[in-house]
């Protein structure tokens, strides 16, 4: 079973919308992904205001950074 993760970015993010289309393929067979958006929140903000795209797993908080791609994306959640 793949790891119920978050996808740090914002609207109008360029890389943001390559990220989803990465991990898209993914949530095609079963992967949950809970967009986040940095900017409702400061905190959020302040942590990944100069990094987003990044993914986040649930369970172990590990963080894959953009660039991503699907394979690197699989290989981050096994």
């Known amino acids: 079973m793949l790891p119920e993760c978050q996808l740090f970015g914002t609207l109008g993010c360029h890389l943001c919308e390559f990220a989803e289309a990465q991990i898209m393929p993914l949530v095609e067979h079963g992967l949950m992904v809970e967009l986040v958006d940095i900017a ?10 100069l990094s ?15 660039p991503f791609d699907t394979e690197q994306v699989v290989a981050f959640l096994i």
Do not use: K, N
Request: charged share 25%; glycine share 12%.
């Open 40 to 49: 409702d929140s400061q905190a959020l903000f302040d942590a990944y205001g």
């Open 52 to 66: 987003i795209p990044v993914l986040r797993r649930v369970d172990t908080g590990a963080e894959l950074g953009w």
